[in-house]
């Protein structure tokens, strides 16, 4: 009979945690193995198959109770109304407006089935106020198609509530699926935005509170981490090239206060940067990130700083002095990750979409979707950097080919996007 002594036990603990650290960074290799496999067999056919946003401004209208002007993609517009081909291949402003004026009928009919204004208990009535136009918005052609909708219910003194709904590009058309459609609205004498989404269509002026409104824009800043590969394998990339919790804590604020800044110029017009550009920097400052730390990790790199110390077995002023001691490769990589995180801002707004006048309600909205952004950030670090310092504490060796597989991985990514976009193939 073989007894266990503490040493044996605590061992045995060790290797179970590093092996539990080890399975979290595998499954995140993974990951990143399995977006390598989609990038290389995903074409531009596919690119449809996903998500899209719209966009809708309200105001009282001049002739008639209510204006409307959306913003929808123009080949799902038309693959949407059932046009012709010819419409749906047509390339360029000039041959884009020129297929909207001759199907103008048909996309006010299919628009405005699927956009519709209330008052009271009535649906407004929508006509086509002009021949829609095309403008472009993150590189993509958007057509603006503007509608006054008459409102039968009004109160003696012309003031009331509206109820705007959207189901614009429903699941049900196969091709595209959870459309969101960004509405900012100043309508009944109030001022808002909000989101609209497959599942909670409409928005009543003066009817949702502010804190509604506000939540529904923290969950949208949250989805757009969540569901933007790009700024999650930039965070992979950070994460992983972190040693001590310094180090995540300073690259991670670096990444939030310059992606914050752009973001919030971009977002409200201070800013504009075109799509084609961003796009592919974004691209590359994933791909550079990783290889800094399959640098950093290379056969024969000497020891980093701080790479041998037990931080949590120093006195107190002394880990109080190395947060603030940075080497110059410390401030190096701070340095370049604030830069492409002021590109990753630039990105966040496009995804947005917004381009709207200033306004406080505007700001507020801008503001909480942030901060959905960095609620997310900050929970995927607390999840996954914890277990990679405990897998470098118990299995350094192990931690070492993890880290450097999932970081070859992200760069090969970042590199095919790079080139992809680069190219408009994706």
Known sequence: MTSTTPARTASRRGAVLAALGLTVVGTAVGTVVGMVGMVGTAGPAAAHDATTDAY??????????????????????????????EAYDARGEAAQEAQLAEHADEVAAYVTERF?????????????????????????????????????????????????????????????????????????????????????PTVTTGGQGTWHRLGEFFVLGAEHLLLGPDHLLFLLALIVGSRRLRDVVLVATSFTVAHSVTFLLAATGAVSAPGAVVEPVIALSIAAVAAGHLWAVRPGAPPRLGALVDVATEPRHQVRRRWHDLSRSDVTRLAVVF???????????GALGLDEPWSWGLLGSLLVFNVGIEAVQLGIIAALFPLLVLLRRRAPRAARWATGVAAAGVAVVGLVWFVQRVLGLG
């Open 56 to 85: 809708a401004r309200v105001t009282a209208g001049a002739a008639a109770d209510v204006h409307v002007e959306l913003d929808l993609e123009y080949d799902l517009l038309m693959k949407s109304a059932w046009l012709t081909a």
């Open 116 to 200: 519709q204004v209330a008052a009271g208990d009535d649906l407004c009535t929508p006509a086509l106020a002009a021949d829609p136009t095309v403008v472009d918005r993150g590189g993509k052609a958007f057509a603006t198609v503007a509608l006054d909708y008459a409102c039968p219910t009004r109160d003696e003194e012309g003031t009331g509530t509206h109820a705007l709904f959207s189901a614009l590009f429903p699941d049900t058309e196969s091709f595209v699926h959870t459309t969101e459609t960004m509405v900012t609205y100043d309508l009944d004498g109030e001022e808002g935005s909000a989101v609209l989404t497959p599942s909670d």
């Open 339 to 349: 830069a492409f995180g002021l590109v990753h801002g630039l990105g966040f707004a």
